[in-house]
């Protein structure tokens, strides 16, 4: 004789279906609640702190190759202020010159005048030349007042006359040539400028250096990201 079929229990399940016990669990937020708003910025990266500093400490060193060149050209085109040789009025003197070179008398007090004979070590006579008021130039309170060219290097002989008092002397120097102090000081000037400007610039470059470290430092890292090229 056939049974009925048997009613499930109330806590068994039916064949054929599922019944889900747990909720499923919650989406992974994007950002961990609490985190700190730059915690999904990427870091940047320090070209352009690099570069700049880079172009400061260029124009450091190019203003100080200039300067320094400047200063020695300077000091040549001045070489005469510490080789003026001293003579006394009314005596032969001789002078160890160089051949080619342009020479200046000079007097030891200013607003006096002179006659000078220059004689080569061929025995040729050279000439003196006045300078004008206009083109007067003082080495030391010297004051050039004649020119002359050599012909030759050697020993010449020099016999000089004036309306001076007789304390007073004369003295032969290669001077000063001026187009040569004003390049000096103009590259002198452009060193000194160009310098500062570099100054800035590193700082500048410093500055910007230490920020970016500072704001890289408060990014927090998420996830693997490619490294930011940003300057």
């Known amino acids: ?45 320090y070209k352009g702190p690099i570069i700049v500093t ?10 100080i190759i200039i300067s320094t060149i400047a200063i020695s050209h300077s000091m040549d085109s001045t070489t005469g202020i510490g080789s003026m040789r001293p003579g006394t009025f009314g005596l032969d003197e001789v002078f160890a010159l160089e051949a080619e070179q342009e020479y200046g008398i000079y007097l030891s007090e200013e607003g006096g005048t002179a006659s000078c004979t220059v004689t080569s070590p061929s025995g040729n006579d050279i000439t003196a030349t006045p300078l004008s008021p206009n083109h007067s130039e003082t080495i030391n309170h010297y004051e050039r007042v004649l020119n002359f060219t050599t012909e030759e290097s050697g020993d010449y002989s020099v016999y000089c006359t004036s309306s001076l008092p007789n304390s007073a002397y004369y003295a032969v120097s290669e001077g000063i040539d001026v187009s040569g102090v004003v ?7 452009a060193g000194f400028f160009l310098g500062s400007s570099g100054v800035i610039v590193l700082i500048c470059g410093i500055v910007w250096w230490i920020v970016r470290a500072i704001q890289n430092s408060k990014v927090l890292p998420t996830h693997p990201s490619p490294q930011s090229t940003s300057y």
């Open 1 to 45: 004789m056939s049974q009925p079929p048997q009613q499930p229990y109330s806590g068994q399940q039916q064949p054929g279906y599922y019944y889900p016990t747990q909720a499923p669990y919650p989406q992974q937020l994007a950002t961990p609640p609490g985190a700190p708003v730059g915690a999904s910025r990427q870091r940047k990266g």
């Open 54 to 63: 880079i172009v400061g400490i260029v124009l450091i060193v190019a203003s």
């Open 183 to 189: 390049q000096g000081v103009g590259g002198f000037i």
